[in-house]
């Protein structure tokens, strides 16, 4: 956040280092309301005539909903960073106010020729804010996933072999392919897991969604838990406008044959 920005050019001796004639301008604002800098090889009156070109602060930090990005407009980078998360792609209504946000509030304050905007996180959904600033056309994109193809880490100070295998156990097998591994489809094809489903608000559920229904006929797992009786298995789910199924319906029975049949097309006809 600018807080720590602000801390490095305060405090960093790096950044003293490099340059060392970039100091905080106390005087002119150093809140995270705003934060100014000053040049100490020139003249100070020289610094606030560049500076009076523009009005806003060397850097500020806001949040996706703050009401002071209206009228802001960075003459350097703006960095729209992790502007997604698990409640903006949750359901189809927050994801597109996020994308209003980011059309409608953010983008407006770019300045063309000369504001470089940039935006990094993590992707959360094939339709989520990244996959939407992608499909623009007006990036450059590209990621780095936390080990090449080689399966070599890329930060082996921070994330060396073990480290990696710690997170995969913490993070499971889909959150660490999206999180680590910045790959979406690196689950698709994946045994289903309980810990990866999560309850979604029924309220919310459009009539309109398209419906999906998956049939299970013979679950390897149950053979080995019920001596070779079998379930089968049918789920019914709508598909989220943004990515991910919501499971609305289903049974689980020792049914015969026909029975299977008979089921499955009631509850086609039903849905």
Known sequence: NSSSVADIIENNNMWKLIFPHVVKDKAMGWSPAGFE???????????????????????????????????????????????DDENTTA??????????????????????GITMPVMIGTPWTTKDTIAYVKSTG?????????????????????????EINSQKQLAGELEFARMFLLDLKATMGLTLKKEWLREYPHNEINSSWEVVMGIDYASTEDKLLTKGRDYFCLAVGVLLPNGGCVLVDGIRKHVSQGEAVQY??????MY
Do not use: N
């Not at 850097?59 to 009401?67: Q, V, Y």
């Open 37 to 83: 800098v000053k040049r100490t090889d020139m003249e100070y009156t020289e610094w606030r005539r560049l500076c009076a070109k523009r009005k806003d602060p060397t850097f500020i930090g806001l949040g996706r909903t703050s009401r002071a990005i209206i009228g802001k407009h960075p003459d350097g980078m703006l960095l729209i960073d992790d502007i």
């Open 138 to 162: 007006q990036f450059e994109h590209c990621k780095t996933p936390v080990y090449d193809e080689e399966g070599d880490p890329v930060w082996p100070e921070v994330y060396g072999h073990k």
């Open 264 to 269: 499955t097309q009631e509850w086609a006809a």
């Open 91 to 112: 359901s189809d209504r927050e994801r597109l106010k996020t994308q209003k946000v980011l059309t409608g509030t953010i983008f407006p304050t770019i300045t063309p």
